[in-house]
């Protein structure tokens, strides 16, 4: 516990399509680096105490995405962000990304209308359409390995793709496992199975980078998507949102694969009936996605924290 610990920090609630963000605009005491990723690096290293405090019990929960906005690394960003949840941190969050661009207008902290921020994945952009909606342009994803065949027990084999889009994803598809709601607990366990397979299998990104979501594909429910997805994050719980990286990977894939165009409109339901559009777009020699979805500012509050409390510092169930 450092002798900055604060006695209260002040955040701003939202949640898009269903998935909260909770964002720190005031009271973190400093971080200190030169970049986004050293920046994070710091976080584990001094503040991670802050980190459960913010998102994880009694003052959150597993499914809760913290951001923590910082001075911008690159000339002309607005802003900084680290991503982190009840486990750790997150390269880039699509659906946070969403929530801050919301909570830094309801702020007025930056522009009204385009964003540009620095996260430890890259540099992304957000602009506000309308009262909710945000569309995103997130960083490149990269299709690492396709076809991969994992021995997973009791599901045997199963065959799927690891892909990068601005976290790292293990995307496939489970036959006779339907996409619903009520069946999201048989979802989890499934996904967990598959993650558990990959790291005993040694299955990993670039430079050895951990596979920490799973990503489940399958036919839409609403008749305006194209697909539905059910994404485990890391830890245990799973996206309520259709997962802005999750997406990002999606589309790299289908394109890798031929099966989506640049400029083609692409969309994604997540297990709770949301939706994100998204296409991708030819810039510079990269694809880059661009993900659309509403965001919703829900609270905004002071997290209190009490020296005589023994739980000030949080904990996961």
Not at 128 to 154: F, K, Q, T, W
Not at 254 to 271: F, M, N, V, W
Request: hydrophobic fraction near 40%; aromatic fraction near 6%; charge should be negative.
């Amino acid at each position: 516990m450092s002798l900055a610990d604060p006695r209260a920090i002040e955040v701003v609630d939202s949640h898009t399509e269903g998935e909260p963000t909770r964002v720190v605009v005031a009271g973190w005491p400093k971080v200190e680096g030169e970049t986004m990723i050293d920046r994070r690096e710091f976080l584990a290293r001094h503040h991670d105490h802050l980190r459960r405090s913010v998102v994880t019990e009694p003052r959150g929960h597993d499914a809760i995405v913290g951001a923590l906005l910082l001075p911008p690394v690159e000339p002309g960003s607005h802003a900084g962000v680290v991503f982190f949840n009840d486990v750790g941190y997150l390269g880039m969050c699509g659906h946070g990304l969403m929530g801050v661009a919301r909570t830094m207008a309801s702020m007025g902290m930056g522009p009204s209308d385009h964003l540009t921020i620095d996260t430890p994945a890259g540099t992304v952009h957000a602009r506000l359409l309308g009262e909710a909606e945000v569309e995103i342009r997130n960083v490149p994803p990269l299709v690492h390995r396709r076809d991969l065949v994992i021995e997973v027990p009791s599901l045997g084999s199963v065959v799927g793709d690891v892909v990068y889009g601005g976290n790292w994803f293990f995307l496939t598809q489970i036959p006779n496992e339907p996409l619903v709601y009520a069946r999201r607990d048989r979802l989890l366990e499934l996904a967990l199975l598959i993650r558990n397979a990959l790291a005993e299998g040694g299955v990993t990104g670039v430079e050895g980078a951990i596979i920490d979501h799973v990503e489940f594909s399958g036919p839409p429910t609403r008749p305006d998507a194209d697909s539905k997805n059910f994404v485990l994050c890391p830890g245990r719980a799973y996206d309520r949102s259709p997962c802005g990286t999750g997406t990002s990977a999606k589309l790299g894939l289908l394109h890798a694969k031929g099966l989506l165009e640049p400029g083609e409109q692409y969309r994604q339901e997540s297990i709770t009936g949301s939706l994100f559009s998204g296409r991708l777009e030819e810039e510079g020699g990269l694809l880059i996605p661009y993900l659309r979805g509403s965001a919703h500012i829900t609270a905004h509050s002071n997290l209190r924290f009490d020296p005589s409390d023994p739980y000030r510092w949080g904990f996961s169930v």
